[in-house]
């Protein structure tokens, strides 16, 4: 992997988190005191601290982030908030809809973390990284979302 695609490649992961985090959030404040928001919330703090390892290595390999794709990625979790379940309120689909997003969203997470695991002899920034925890914590997390989208699937359907 080059250097610039290297870039990209975690400047893309970086504008993916930013749209997570937004979604998680919004579903957080719609569904407050319930269960659910309670398990969203301990995700959230996870997805932040991948979030700042993305940061840290996009800013370790001097590449700066990208803040044209983190806008980007903050208005499609805004728009995507307006069409998930089909009306503005949030019920069981939207909830279905949002933990399917998200799920997709962590199995890309896990995705990037086993792709940069086959570079590290390329790229020294890389080394240092604790991949089998942020592996390990991306199918943690994925399973956590499973459970709460069957759930939803439940409930929604």
């Known amino acids: ?56 290595l996009i800013d370790g390999i001097g590449a700066g982030q990208s803040p044209v794709k983190k806008a980007g990625a903050w208005l499609a979790a805004k728009a995507g908030g307006m069409k998930l379940g089909g009306t503005d309120d949030p019920g069981e689909l939207s909830r279905l809809e949002v933990l399917e997003m998200l799920a997709m969203g962590i199995h890309g997470k896990w995705a990037l973390w086993r792709a940069l695991r086959v570079v590290t002899g390329s790229h020294e920034e890389l080394r240092g990284l604790d991949l089998d925890s942020l592996e390990r914590r991306a199918l943690e997390q994925r399973g956590e979302v499973e459970e709460l989208r069957l759930e939803a699937a439940a409930a929604a359907l």
Do not use: C, W
């Open 1 to 56: 992997m080059s250097r610039d695609a290297l870039r990209t490649y975690l400047n893309d992961h970086l504008a993916g988190s930013v749209m997570a985090i937004e979604v998680v959030e919004r579903t957080i404040r719609e569904n407050e005191g319930a269960p659910f928001a309670a398990r969203l919330t301990r995700l959230l703090g996870e997805i932040r601290q991948d979030q700042a390892v993305l940061k840290g």
